[in-house]
């Protein structure tokens, strides 16, 4: 009679834990069909890319966008206007937070500006005016590529940061060859 009480025990851990295991599996969660997702969003870019320099590196930083300008204004007019936004933003320098932050910029932020001249394939031009007519170093013109490179990226002119050549050409007449982001995106 030990066999059958045995066999009777071992029987009933064995229903109990296969109730147990299906309550515990079922969770109440229900089986259901494939749902189908809508398309990626789109929308406006709501910030820009700038490209700073922390201990030398270069530096991805996010910034809002300006203002949209009036329609009466002759800023349209110009090829790339979020390309724009985002080498003024670069030029005006770092913020008081971003400079709290130890990030830094090689490109002069008074009395400089830059300016996109023109784009064919996939090479584009900017010319940096410097305040003295000086050139301006190798970290400035990555900040400036980078930047450029970024631009295009967020805009939707180019999809990959990297098929996006910058020629920068500075107030000293320096031209160099056109060049990528040195950084890995």
């Known amino acids: 009679m030990t066999r059958r009480n045995g066999l009777v025990s071992t029987l009933a851990l064995l229903v109990a834990g296969a109730i147990v295991g299906t309550m515990v599996v079922s969770c109440g969660i229900r089986p259901s069909t494939v749902i189908r997702g809508q398309e990626a969003p789109h929308g406006t870019v709501t910030s820009l890319i700038v490209y700073l320099l922390q201990h030398g590196s270069l530096r991805a930083v996010s910034r809002p966008l300006p203002p949209t300008p009036s ?12 390309v724009q936004d985002a080498l003024n933003a670069l030029m005006a320098g770092p913020t008081a937070a971003e400079t709290a932050g130890g990030l830094t ?4 932020s008074t009395g400089a500006g ?36 970024a ?10 940061e990297n098929t996006v050549q910058v020629q920068v050409l500075d107030s000293k007449g320096a031209r160099r060859s056109p060049q990528t982001c040195p950084m890995t995106p």
Request: charge should be negative.
């Open 71 to 82: 329609k009466d204004s002759t800023y349209y007019n110009i090829p790339y206007p979020g």
């Open 151 to 160: 631009a295009f990226t967020s805009t939707g002119y180019r999809s990959e």
């Open 105 to 108: 910029s090689e490109l002069p």
């Open 114 to 149: 830059a300016y996109m001249l023109s784009g064919e394939s996939n090479v584009y031009q900017v010319y940096i005016k410097t305040p003295d007519g000086g050139p301006i170093s190798q970290h400035a013109v990555d900040q400036v590529v980078c930047t450029v490179a």
